[in-house]
């Protein structure tokens, strides 16, 4: 039943006074707000509106933790939805199931959605992970998409830049914009934050090191069977010189890839940079290093299987460190290898 109070308005004297009676009652505040009072002593507050002819009932909270003054506030929000013909009730359904969604898509779930779209080999999505968790997830990991901003995004990327870092501040811009485009377009997002920002830094300038001479080449082989490393380590260098594959497709060489009997070893297109089979005749020396490694991994899937799981094959990363600890690394990385190779056979067929 509805109570209308001969004054024009509730005060707090009238809400502390309402009893609780034996039947649910309402006292009329103004402008559809009501004070609600049930048999077992709650108070709380309700809208009464009218939208497409039907009255209904919007819950505003109890009282007195919510007061008078915002009780009327929230009324008066409730009412301007209402003008604009939207449900109240169905508005604050619809808020909390954006909520709860926003809530449960954060970064790092949208980030390994987008990791596992990518064709990439398993070592590739796994070294991209491994600097989401050291440089990005850190940050925005744990916040839902939506909330993030580009100020997150440049506080990450000059973290990153002043650490040292331009080309994993720009492996990671690139990954941010990739994860927020998926959250766009699966209407989890509703812009891409990296993009006001992508100018925001300097351009990583790569600087390649010069192909070596065949003196240094000599050197650097001789340095790197010499230093006592682990010797899978030295059999996948010598391997990657003597093909002159790049470094991920000598470290991550499987068994079933080689016929050692023609001496051939048929690099399937998803290793490929190029995604493009490769069949590449194999020199005595690299069969000769197969044949040695056979007894040693011959049972693993790959060729230099990984120390930790032989499931997975070996990092190049191995390589890097190897020829810091020999002081090559100023001097030549594993990426130069073919460009050195290019360089030597061009100049002896001259």
């Not at 309402?18 to 707000?33: E, Q, S």
């Not at 309700?46 to 919510?66: E, H, M, N, Q, T």
């Not at 693993?300 to 120390?307: C, E, G, I, K, L």
Request: hydrophobic share 40%; proline share 5%.
């Amino acid at each position: 039943m509805l109570w209308k109070l001969s004054h024009p308005m509730l005060t707090d004297a009238h809400c502390r006074a309402a009893k609780a009676k034996d039947k649910l009652y309402r006292i009329n505040d103004a402008r559809g707000l009501y004070l609600e009072v049930k048999p077992n002593g709650v108070r709380a507050w309700r809208y009464r509106f009218k939208l497409c002819g039907k009255a209904s009932w919007f819950a505003l909270g109890d009282y007195p933790d919510l007061s008078l003054a915002n009780a009327r506030e929230k009324c008066d929000e409730a009412r301007k939805l209402v003008r604009q013909g939207i449900n109240p009730v169905q508005n604050r359904q619809l808020t909390k199931i954006k909520r709860e969604m926003d809530a449960s898509n954060t970064f790092e779930t949208i980030a390994q959605e987008w990791l596992a779209l990518k064709s990439w080999e398993p070592v590739t999505k796994s070294r991209r992970l491994g600097m989401l968790r050291r440089v990005v997830f850190p940050s925005i990991g744990k916040l839902p998409v939506r909330t993030i901003t580009s100020a997150h995004v440049l506080d990450i990327l000059n973290k990153t830049v002043k650490r040292g870092a331009p080309s994993v501040a720009a492996e990671a811009k690139r990954t941010m914009s990739g994860v927020f485009e998926l959250a766009v377009a699966t209407l989890r997002a509703d812009t891409d934050p990296v993009w006001p920002v992508r100018k925001a830094l300097p351009p990583n300038k790569t600087q390649h090191k010069a192909a070596l001479t065949s003196g240094q080449v000599g050197n650097l082989l001789n340095a790197f069977e010499s230093h006592g490393g682990h010797f899978q380590t030295q059999m996948a260098f010598r391997l990657m010189w003597l093909t002159l594959t790049r470094a991920n497709e000598s470290v991550q060489a499987r068994w079933d890839e080689f016929d050692l009997t023609n001496g051939l070893w048929k690099i399937p297109k998803e290793r490929m940079k190029a995604r493009r089979e490769h069949l590449l005749p194999l020199p005595r020396q690299a069969v000769s290093i197969l044949t040695t490694m056979q007894p040693i991994t011959g049972q693993s899937t790959y060729v230099f299987p990984n120390r930790d799981d032989r499931h997975k094959p070996m990092s190049d990363a191995a390589f890097r460190q190897a020829l810091k600890k020999l002081g090559w690394a100023t001097i030549y990385s594993p990426h130069g290898t073919r460009t050195t190779g290019s360089t030597r056979l061009k100049e002896a067929l001259q």
